[in-house]
């Protein structure tokens, strides 16, 4: 007997515009209209109890929301969860659950402020739950499926083309041909793309368990737990890492790639999940 979908929350459709356009002057003094990536305060309330602001560009408030109440165990599923609605009028974000968040008091007291640009937090209790995330023992990446991403996600139109100042996370699939990128998000912190993500695998009722997850950023702790909390077995950055990450993905048998550009990368972890 199959469990039921879970039911969808009711959502709001409040995507910013990406970048805005200004004026700057070079070195030969000419003016020079100018993309740069936006910037905006977002405060999230659940049943309308003030939890957190979130600097983030905008492109996905609604999938943010959840993957950030996913990532950091405030709720289980998205069963729990009954409505997200965004107001950019007031810069807010009101969550309404369909019973309340479990031990809010005891998980919103302890936060731990991560190495994440701008606000990445890490609520009390994560660490003491990684030993309970099971990756797949059955997995493998090649070097040609990460070649394939490599390039995949080079050619992706991205704001950081346009305007720099934003971090990119892409969750990608091997295919018989190379790599497909399923999702591509881009914001003003990692810690939000990868948030942004995890709501949207969510909504979508997406399995993490043959899928790779792809960083701009570097390889931290928060990194490596939000990506092994998704199920996704494959950590791939063209950036380095910290020592709390590299210990954690060994503790979880994720397979962790860094420096990966071109056609070099360093493989941090995981090797026995790599084929050559």
Same mark, same amino acid.
């Given at each position: 007997?199959?469990?039921?979908?879970?039911r969808?929350?009711?959502l709001?459709a409040?995507?910013?515009p990406l970048?805005?356009?200004?004026p700057a002057?070079?070195?030969l003094?000419?003016?020079?209209? #100018?993309s740069?990536?936006g910037?905006?305060?977002l405060t999230l309330?659940?049943?309308?109890r003030?939890?957190v602001t979130?600097?983030?560009?905008?492109a996905?408030?609604?999938?943010?929301t959840i993957?950030?109440?996913?990532n950091?165990?405030?709720v289980?599923?998205?069963d729990?969860?009954?409505?997200?609605?965004v107001?950019?009028?007031?810069?807010a974000v009101?969550?309404?659950?369909?019973?309340?968040l479990?031990?809010?008091?005891?998980r919103?007291g302890t936060? $731990?402020?991560?190495?994440g640009?701008?606000?990445?937090?890490?609520?009390?209790g994560?660490?003491d739950?990684?030993d309970?995330?099971?990756?797949p023992?059955?997995?493998s990446?090649?070097?040609?499926?990460?070649?394939?991403?490599?390039?995949?996600v080079?050619?992706h139109?991205?704001?950081?083309k346009?305007a720099?100042?934003?971090?990119?996370c892409?969750l990608?699939?091997? #295919?018989p041909?190379g790599?497909?990128?399923?999702?591509f998000v881009e914001?003003?912190?990692?810690h939000?793309? =990868?948030?942004?993500i995890?709501?949207?695998?969510w909504l979508d009722?997406?399995d993490?368990?043959?899928?790779i997850?792809? $960083? $701009?950023?570097?390889? #931290?702790s928060e990194?490596?737990?939000?990506t092994?909390?998704?199920g996704i077995p494959f950590? =791939?950055?063209?950036?380095?890492?910290?020592k709390?990450g590299?210990?954690?993905a060994?503790?979880l048998?994720? $397979?962790?790639?860094g420096?990966?550009?071109?056609k070099h990368?360093?493989?941090?972890?995981g090797?026995?999940?790599?084929t050559?």
């Open positions: 007997m199959t469990n039921p979908p879970p969808r929350p009711l709001s409040a995507s910013r970048t805005v356009t200004i002057v070079n070195e003094g000419v003016s020079v209209p #100018t740069i990536a910037e905006h305060p309330y659940v049943d309308k003030e939890i979130l600097m983030t560009l905008g996905a408030p609604e999938a943010l993957g950030w109440l996913r950091q165990r405030l289980k599923s998205l729990e969860i009954a409505s997200v609605q107001d950019w009028e007031v810069d009101s969550v309404t659950t369909r019973d309340g479990h031990n809010a008091d005891e919103l936060r $731990t402020v991560t190495t640009c701008g606000q990445g937090t890490v609520f009390g994560l660490m739950e990684i309970d995330i099971c990756l023992a059955e997995r990446l090649s070097q040609a499926t990460l070649y394939a991403l490599m390039d995949a080079r050619h139109e991205s704001i950081y346009q720099g100042a934003v971090h990119g892409a990608a699939q091997a #295919t041909d790599c497909e990128v399923l999702m914001d003003v912190g990692r939000n793309a =990868v948030d942004a995890a709501g949207r695998m009722g997406l993490g368990g043959d899928k997850f792809y $960083t $701009t950023g570097r390889l #931290t990194m490596v737990i939000k092994a909390q998704m950590l =791939v950055s063209r950036s380095g890492l910290t709390m590299w210990d954690i060994g503790r048998g994720l $397979t962790m790639i420096r990966a550009q071109g990368y360093l493989l941090f972890s090797a026995e999940h790599f050559r």
